[in-house]
């Protein structure tokens, strides 16, 4: 489902009004880096221009301007000659950008353009802040396609005072529209096509890739064009790896398989989680800390809604998962032993990207989605067990938007049976 160009529009018009008079704003759509010779990885649009445009294309740009001459809301577009697109394809041209996104056809300008009219509206109209999409998830970070752009516009014009879009859209992201929470919906209900696919051809004996594939083929032929993330598929010992993603060890009898998965709709994305036996029945010990993961996330899903904050949900899920870990015989009376079985955080939030932006604790607020993913992890009981759903925080607690993927013992039983 497409965004509203309505909703778009509001989006802009409120990254504007934060922005000081004498402003311009520029967010790049991106291109994809080289892989090798005349190869290159697969593209991922930048998340906050789509959000503010709709558009997925590579070598885009939203121009944002707010001066006395008054506001502007320019887009320039990739263009290509015709024996070019014979070679590569289509390229997007302006009615088709002007309908997707809500900006008007006379404010769309071809890509070669940018930096000349830049240059004229730096001149003309006073300009004196830069704003720019300036992420970065650490000191020693790769400097992002925006962060060069932004840093070759300072060079240009040393005077600007740089600004930082990416808190302002970043907060705005947390709040999902209705058109998001369906796209999350489709995301989350292809993810469960693949997940019952793989269930229902499970056999020890067969690799993770072999049951992995079934995920695959599934979800593809239902029209998922995007994985949100790599998929983990982890049997035995590997569940108590957290991001194990080699998913080459054949399974044996008795096996529990773990599977961290998701799809992406119209970039929206799904984070699923599900341990199953890999026979279709779970032996007794992996029936108790199986049930031990999910009476936990149960509990910490109850307790969702507004006014809560994230830290509070972690806390609430490792004193239970303390609790439990007593019960099972893993750890005495000191809490803290948990963490060599159960270490790492409750969830976090999930939008257009799979560890989506806001931080890790943060208040929830009606609009919200975050996940909820409790684990225990045994590695001398080669049982690793993870359950996660997604979740949507409503006005007056939640909406487990995952609700229609099995994950109760008995229902996997029969359902593998």
């Known amino acids: 489902m497409s965004i509203e160009v309505e909703t778009l529009q509001a989006r802009r018009t409120k990254i504007i009004d934060t922005m000081q008079e004498g402003s311009i704003a520029v967010i790049l759509s991106g291109n994809p880096l080289a892989r090798t010779a005349d190869q290159f990885h697969e593209f991922a649009i930048w998340r906050n221009f789509f959000y503010l445009t709709n558009i997925d294309r590579t070598n885009f740009a939203l121009v944002l301007i707010k001066s006395s001459a008054g506001v502007k809301e320019l887009l320039f577009i990739d263009q290509v000659s015709e024996l070019e697109e014979k070679w590569s394809g289509h390229r997007m041209k302006k009615p088709e950008a002007s309908e997707l996104s809500g900006i008007k056809e006379a404010d769309i300008h071809g890509m070669p353009e940018l930096r000349r009219l830049l240059g004229s509206h730096m001149m003309n109209e006073g300009i004196a802040h830069g704003y720019f999409d300036l992420e970065r998830i650490s000191y020693n970070h790769l400097d992002t396609e925006q962060v060069v752009f932004a840093k070759e516009f300072q060079s240009q014009y040393p005077f600007i005072q740089l600004q930082n879009l990416y808190p302002v859209i970043a907060k705005m992201r947390q709040i999902k529209s209705c058109d998001e929470i369906e796209n999350m919906r489709t995301a989350i209900d292809k993810t469960r096509i693949g997940i019952e696919a793989m269930m229902k051809v499970s056999k020890p004996g067969m690799f993770e890739y072999e049951i992995e594939a079934h995920y695959d083929f599934a979800v593809k032929l239902g029209g998922v064009q995007e994985k949100a993330f790599h998929t983990i598929a982890a049997s035995g010992v590997n569940a108590t790896v957290l991001h194990y993603e080699t998913n080459n060890t054949q399974t044996k009898d008795d096996d529990l398989i773990l599977f961290d998965l998701g799809c992406a709709w119209n970039h929206y994305a799904a984070d699923i989680s599900r341990t199953f036996p890999v026979n279709g029945k779970f032996t007794d010990r992996q029936k108790e800390v199986y049930q031990a993961v999910l009476d936990v996330e149960n509990a910490v899903i109850h307790a969702i809604k507004p006014g809560i904050k994230m830290s509070g949900l972690n806390k609430l899920a490792k004193d239970m998962l ?45 609009g919200m989605v975050i996940t909820i993913e409790p684990g225990l992890y045994i590695e001398e009981e080669a049982i690793g067990v993870r ?20 994950k109760e013992v008995e229902d996997i039983e029969a359902f593998m049976a």
């Open 322 to 366: 303390a609790d439990k870990c007593r019960d099972l015989g893993l750890i005495g009376n000191n809490d803290e032993d948990v963490l060599k079985y159960y270490y790492h955080s409750i969830g976090h939030a999930l939008g257009l990207d799979t560890h989506d932006v806001g931080g890790r604790d943060f208040v929830l607020e009606p």
């Open 387 to 406: 359950i996660e759903d997604d979740i949507l925080v409503t006005e007056n607690g939640n909406e487990n938007l995952s609700v229609g993927i099995i």
